[in-house]
Each structure stands twice: as structure tokens, then as C-alpha cells.
């Protein structure tokens, strides 16, 4: 049984910085994509940062690139997103999600197994 379980979200001043982690468990094959997508309230599922099974590559999206950081620790079945610099409007619901294609498909709706999410808020 596949299961995605995020943790470390919480309630974080601007400027600050948070830790985010997925533990994954029940895959049989290792080289799935694997990322990190975001969702507020009144707004779409928005892709933050994904590594490629396939190629170890990472990708982030537009508005976190320079501040979040993504990882992988293979050995713990554990993907993580450290969190710079935060604004108010990285104000989210985080989830992670897996592709078994090994890699990171630009659509929400193509990835085939998702977390229950962790809120991450911003604010004084």
C-alpha cells in the first residue's frame, strides 16, 4: 500500500524558514518522480519543486526558485523542501505527490499518488 506522509508545516513569521517532509512507503520500484505542490484557498494546485527519478534532476517552480530547496534521502524513502526567505503568499496547503513515470510532469493531474498536506503559514 503506497502511503505519502508531509510534516513540518506550522506558522512562520516573513523572512523565515521551514523544513518540509515527505515519507514515502509501499513503492516497489525507487526511481519515481517525486515533488512538492501547493494549494491556497480560491486557487489552483501549483507545482513548487520536483526531482526525477529518471535523472536526479530538480526543477522549482518560477515564484520559490532561489528560496526553497529540494532533496531526496533514498536511503529513509524521505523527500524534503527547505523553505527560505518566506513570503505571505507562500501561505499553502503543501502536498507531495509521485509520478512512477520517473518523471516530473508539469500537471497536478498526472501524478498518480498524493499526501494528505501540511499547511504552511506566513505571517506576523
Known amino acids: 500500500q503506497v502511503q505519502l506522509v508531509e510534516s513540518g508545516g506550522g506558522l512562520v513569521q516573513p523572512g523565515g524558514s521551514l523544513r518540509l517532509s515527505c515519507a514515502a512507503s509501499g513503492f516497489t520500484r525507487s526511481a519515481y518522480a517525486i515533488g512538492w505542490f501547493r494549494q491556497a484557498p480560491g486557487k489552483e494546485r501549483e507545482g513548487v519543486s520536483c526531482i526525477s527519478g529518471a535523472t536526479g534532476n530538480t526543477y522549482y517552480g518560477d515564484s520559490v526558485k532561489g528560496r526553497f530547496t529540494i532533496s531526496r534521502d533514498n536511503a529513509k524513502n524521505t523527500l524534503y523542501l527547505q523553505m527560505n526567505s518566506l513570503k505571505p503568499e507562500d501561505t499553502a496547503v503543501y502536498y507531495c505527490?509521485?509520478?512512477?513515470?520517473?518523471?516530473?510532469?508539469?500537471?497536478?493531474?498526472?501524478?498518480?499518488?498524493w499526501g494528505q498536506g501540511t499547511q504552511v503559514t506566513v505571517s506576523s
Open positions: 505527490a509521485t509520478a512512477l513515470s520517473g518523471w516530473c510532469p508539469r500537471l497536478p493531474g498526472e501524478y498518480e499518488y
